[in-house]
């Protein structure tokens, strides 16, 4: 069906799709690998919703969880921090999980600094308090707590 598009076209309808549904776009790349090769493309994933991807965590399935390593291996903003939540609070891999979100909060992000504290407190690491504090402690960042999930 997408073999006669051509693949300028395939972007664009890949970009539509990856704006507004992450998952159809991680069915769409198991469809061909045309398809695959063109959806890995930087030009295609800098369109990537990550607030959509991550409100969408809870449903990741296992080809999700194989796009968002991908995603991470590539680079993708916030791949690494959705993974690490998936992880932590899905996976039960608590270990490699809270690494992740400490490197993650490291690089000061306000929401990866949030679920690291919180998978910290989680497991009775007093040090998810000591973050949590850190990060209302910050002037500028009233407005940016407010978003946090």
Do not use: W
Not at 39 to 46: H, I, N, T
Not at 98 to 107: P, R, T, V
């Amino acid at each position: 069906m997408f073999s006669s598009l051509p693949d300028d076209m395939i972007r664009e309808l890949l970009i539509k799709i990856l704006k507004k549904d992450p998952a159809s776009f991680g069915n769409m790349m198991l469809s061909s690998p045309q398809i695959l090769k063109l959806a890995e493309e930087p030009y295609v994933l800098k369109h990537l919703n990550m607030d959509l991807l991550a409100a969408k965590l809870p449903d990741i399935t296992n080809f999700g969880r194989y796009f968002l390593e991908k995603l991470n291996l590539k680079g993708v903003p916030g791949a690494s921090m959705l993974l690490a939540t998936d992880l932590f609070f899905k996976q039960n891999q608590h270990d490699e999980g809270l690494q992740m979100l400490y490197a993650e909060a490291k690089k000061k992000d306000p929401q990866a600094i949030y679920n690291c504290a919180i998978a910290m407190m989680t497991t009775s690491n007093h040090a998810g308090y000591v973050l949590l504090n850190y990060l209302i402690s910050i002037p500028d960042n009233r407005a940016t707590l407010m978003k946090v999930r």
